[in-house]
């Protein structure tokens, strides 16, 4: 692995310190560090590279930065299986388990080609109004169909493979990945899945019939939604917490599990249940 690209969370100021001694690493052996354009700004670097270019030669993915962080270069690598690091520099995350302190270590075993890979599924989200494609987009987390500040319940008519689920009257609904369970969906009352688990969980967000529950369905299974009744109101679907399409009544939101998954550098140093207890603070009093 020679063409390691490094993107970095840019507004956090510890991250051009860290991104300049880890560039400095990488060239001393002999590698070739392909730094993204915002953060080659913030450096006051001429040699940035546009994301395009990143993809398309990156052999691993540094990440400085957050759980947000990674899961935005995570869709920009869907489709191509490049390991991804992931480097918090503030507490530990879900997503980036590696310590700045640990950081160098991993690489070295990177580099040796001794990774820890963890497979971590994606959905492919597809809109479509009519017969048009609005808009097909992949996602490490989840999908969050939610209505406007002010709006009220909406009605989301929910189908499996095409078989009826049930209409959801609630203020919105998550389809997540088994690694999505411990974000939005966990606090809209979901389940914890094992991220290594291979299944699709639709989370209804505050339904106004109390025996709506989560569901988790096999990986297999297409999910479709359709805005039933949205009363003139704002209705948002949101992909990853980070990318909104407006939808309007009568739209179709099909939800897949995509073909390519995303490869994330373990720490071996570190379980899943570790880091479980350590962000949900079990034990302590």
């Known amino acids: 692995m020679k063409q390691v690209a490094i993107f970095a969370k840019v507004h956090d100021p510890r991250c051009q310190g860290v991104a300049s001694e880890l560039i400095a690493w990488l060239e001393e ?3 070739v560090p392909l730094v993204e354009g915002h953060l080659a700004r913030h450096m ?3 040699n940035g590279l546009t994301d395009e270019q990143i993809r398309d030669q990156a052999e691993l993915v540094v990440v400085l930065g957050g759980d947000g962080t990674l899961i935005s270069v995570a869709r920009l690598f869907s489709g191509r299986q490049v390991p991804i690091l992931g480097v918090n520099l503030g507490s530990l995350g879900f997503l980036t388990e ?3 302190e640990e950081l160098y270590p991993a690489l070295e075993r990177c ?3 001794e990774l820890r890979i963890s497979e971590r599924m994606m959905l492919e989200v597809i809109v479509t109004r009519g017969s048009t494609e609005l808009t097909r987009c992949h996602v490490l987390n989840d999908a969050v169909i939610n209505k406007g500040a002010i709006a009220r319940i909406i009605d989301l008519e929910t189908r499996v493979n095409n078989y009826s689920l049930t209409t959801f009257k609630a203020d919105g609904l998550i389809i997540s990945t088994p690694t999505g369970s411990t974000g939005y969906s966990l606090s809209a009352g979901g389940p914890i899945v094992h991220p290594l688990m ?3 969980l639709i989370t209804p967000i505050c339904p106004h019939t109390l025996t709506n529950r989560p569901v988790m369905v ?6 479709t939604i ?3 009744a949205a009363f003139d109101e704002k209705v948002y679907l949101t992909l990853d917490g980070q990318v909104g399409v407006d939808l309007l009544e009568g739209d179709t939101v099909e939800v897949r599990s995509a073909q390519k998954t995303t490869a994330l550098v373990s720490s ?3 379980d899943y249940f570790a880091i479980l207890r350590a962000k949900l603070k079990w034990g302590e009093r």
């Open 198 to 200: 291979r299944c699709i």
């Open 218 to 223: 096999a990986d297999e299974s297409v999910v």
């Open 98 to 100: 590696i310590t700045v």
């Open 226 to 228: 359709v805005v039933k």
């Open 111 to 113: 580099l040796r080609g």
């Open 44 to 46: 006051r670097s001429a």
């Open 268 to 270: 071996p140093d570190k």
């Open 29 to 31: 052996r002999g590698c």
